[in-house]
């Protein structure tokens, strides 16, 4: 019996073995059940190697379609593999490539893995494939990587929409998608001032800087978690994108308004609103999903702010609606969320082309409630996560044809972000511009006061 055997017999798998297994099998769900990949780690929030579960199967999420038709190159027929395994070869394969294991520690863990994915007769393929990706690896690539849509490990049509939206762009885009995504928080400057906050993370040991074009956001200079920042459990700062801190600002509310956030949850911007402008007569969160309404309450609670939360569909407001209009509304509409891929690798390999269109016909007929439920002089800010024209400019243009009341005004605190692109209704800030934020497509509509 050798080395091995002998501790397999013991029940000891080689180092990292387990977490590679755990990781496939996350991915799994991800790449094959369509699972989001919070959803598919939630499984193993109490594992012991959580942080390296996670670590791997987000990695192997972001480079996925990079590795995989690499390592099918080396299998004969790789649709007759069990997705588990097709999972764990691109695991594998993202550790050899991508983490500074030593190949050899990372074929030994696989093999393992396999064996306690209960794959035992496939040990010797995953040892075989692994040890040849680990020696050709360079070459496979270079092969590969001539097609932009797996060099950036993104959907050939996905690739393909970015292209024609964003001409001199969608290269950078693609780069910054798998680029890893800063920390920036909002601080309740009503509670802290920014200079303060930055103090205090200074003397936390943590390095920050202000983001200049957003009064509120502090970035850190390496992420934490969030129970490291000064303040959290007591409500004083929050972690949003500065790229997400426009929108509240942008409503510019005042104290005795009535406000509507049409689609909250999980309720950043709510925060946002109810820390920027208190005195207001309502702030009114709706959102359809009964489960992401709990998590407003949750953020709602630590940052010691109220709303009035309603689980409902915003396309069917006569169902909770008084009629009393709203001064202002907000509809950060649901979206594809290719503003926010660096954060969500998964939406990589979630997404459908046939999406795009379905979202624009659920955005245009929120927007269209929203706007119904805004009263003369109020104004509404249109908000997604998206990089795609479908789901803006779009859906902005036929919103505009048929609403003859509703008026373009500028989102100059958006314009000014550095790399802020001025679009025919609104502006979208882009993944690798200047300013560093996420994706996000803003416009701010008002209602006239006359006519019908
Ligand atoms: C982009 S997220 C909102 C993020 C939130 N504003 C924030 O800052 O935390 C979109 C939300 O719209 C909700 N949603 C989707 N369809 C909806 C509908 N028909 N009516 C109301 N909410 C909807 C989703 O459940 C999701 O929580």
Known sequence: MNTRSRSRARGRWAPGAEALAAAARALKRIAFDSRSAEDALGAFESAAERAAIRAITLGTTRWYLRLTPVIERLLEKPERLAPELRALLAAGAHQIEYSRNPAHSTVDAAVDAARILKQDR????VNAVLRRFAREKEALFAAAD???AVRTAHPTWLVEQLRAAWPDHYERI???NNAHPPMVVRVDTSRTSVADYIAELSGAGLNAAPVVW???AVQLEHPVAVSALPGFAEGRVSVQDAGAQLAAPLLECQPGMRVLDA???PGGKTGHLAELTPGLAALVAVDADARRIERVRENLQRLGREATLVVADMRNPQAFWDGKPFDRVLVDAPCSSTGVIRRHPDIKLLRRPGDIAALAATQLEILRAGFRML????????STCSVLPVENEQVLAEFLRRERRARVVPATLVAEAPGAVQRVAGVQLLPGAEAGTD???YACVEKATGGT
Request: glycine residues 14%.
């Open 214 to 216: 957003a009064n509120a």
């Open 174 to 176: 693609l780069d910054a």
């Open 263 to 265: 689609c909250a949850a």
């Open 122 to 125: 496939a040990a010797g393929l």
């Open 439 to 441: 994706g996000f497509h």
């Open 375 to 382: 009263a003369p002089g109020g104004r509404l800010v249109y």
């Open 146 to 148: 001539a097609d932009i």
